[in-house]
């Protein structure tokens, strides 16, 4: 399985406010196209305004394919239009577990 970890980091007082706006627009047509959503969270110590969401592959191929068909969907392309301009930074990896990890799905 593949992990993939996204960290956005957002301006001072604009979280509530994209939270809304991607549990509303982003959230649904993901769960659509991605499919396994682990978990999203909200940073509350460390690192402020950061919102973080694992998704869960197959594969690189699972990804890869999934991430196609959700960037061909017209409903996200005008939520993606929507974001411009509301990330300070966004940080992406793709993770594997090791051998004796537990497997989250």
Not at 46 to 75: C, F, K, M, T
Request: hydrophobic content about 40%; cysteine-free; overall charge positive.
């Amino acid at each position: 399985m593949i992990y993939e970890h996204r960290t956005y980091t957002l301006p001072h007082g604009q979280m509530e406010a994209y939270l809304a706006r991607y549990e509303r627009d982003g959230l649904p047509v993901q769960l659509k196209h991605l499919g396994r959503l682990l978990g999203f969270w909200v940073t509350e110590i460390g690192p402020l305004n950061q919102v973080v969401h694992i998704w869960v592959y197959d594969s690189h191929a699972d990804r890869e394919r999934r991430r196609i068909a959700l960037d061909a969907d017209p409903v996200w392309t005008t939520f993606k239009e929507g974001n411009r301009g509301s990330f300070l930074q966004q940080d992406i990896k793709l993770m594997r577990a090791a051998a004796f990890s537990p497997r989250f799905v």
